[in-house]
Every structure is written in C-alpha cells, then in structure tokens.
C-alpha cells in the first residue's frame, strides 16, 4: 500500500517549483515572473529569491 509522506515538501511546493524552474528554464527571468503569476492563479504559491548570497531562506 502507498503511505503518506510525514515530512518534506507539499505536492503544491513541488509544483511551483517544478514550474518556476522551468519557465526560467525556457525563457530566463521573464520565465520565472510568467510561471509566478500562473501558480499564483492556481493557488499553489510563488517562488521567490533575494540578492543576499548568505540568506539562510533562499540556500
């Protein structure tokens, strides 16, 4: 039988990040802010990164 995952990423973070890294994939930065606004429309979040190098968040 399957069982649930306990621990880790939801299947709507694993989405949007699946799609945000294609659409920087396909077509750079203006890929990424496209598949934003679309996984933002389906409720399934955004993806978002700062500049800082070090930040705990974004590494």
Known sequence: MFRRKTSGVSAAETAART???AGQKIAGERGGRAANKV???L???RISYCNKPDCPDCN
């Open 19 to 21: 799609m945000q890294a």
């Open 39 to 41: 996984t933002s429309a």
């Open 43 to 45: 409720g399934l979040g």
